[in-house]
């Protein structure tokens, strides 16, 4: 059976596959069923200059998956609670899909919105939400240069 630490490692290796951006962190996320099975994954910008990881990866799924409503969502970011480019964020997103639980690496720095509200978000909703601050470095180099690293 994978662990929780290589699902959030196969999170930050997707990171990687982020187009460059300096307005916006590169961010991998995969989503695994109850069951152990990966269900999707996605970097930021896959698809769409203003594609979310974690939206990416839900978006390959099919609405009202009933496998969401025990997966667990892998980012190797704070999912985000606020958001200009589209009209909901990645939180409300993965609240509105039914997952009960999110494992992050790194909480979102105070760059590009002034305090992260997607942990709090999520948490409110009764979304459980693990933090596995071993993997926050490897998320954070991903970004270096965003970060002045």
Request: with cysteine; hydrophobic share 40%; proline share 7%.
């Amino acid at each position: 059976m994978t662990s929780e630490l290589q699902w959030l490692t196969r999170a930050v290796e997707l990171s990687r596959n982020c187009p460059p951006s300096t307005t916006a962190f590169s961010v991998g996320a995969v989503i695994v069923g109850a069951d152990g099975e990966l269900l999707s994954e996605g970097w930021s910008r896959e698809s769409d200059p203003n594609d979310h990881a974690e939206e990416a990866a839900l978006a390959k799924l099919p609405a009202g998956d009933p496998r969401l409503r025990g997966a667990t969502v892998y980012s190797s970011l704070e999912p985000c609670g606020q958001r200009a480019s589209r009209p909901l964020t990645c939180a409300q997103r993965i609240i509105a899909a039914g997952v009960p639980r999110v494992v992050v690496a790194w909480r979102e720095p105070d760059l590009f919105v002034t305090a992260c509200q997607g942990t709090a978000l999520l948490t409110a909703a009764g979304v459980e939400v693990v933090e596995l601050p071993e993997l926050a470095q490897a998320a954070r180099e991903v970004n270096a240069h965003l970060l002045g690293q």
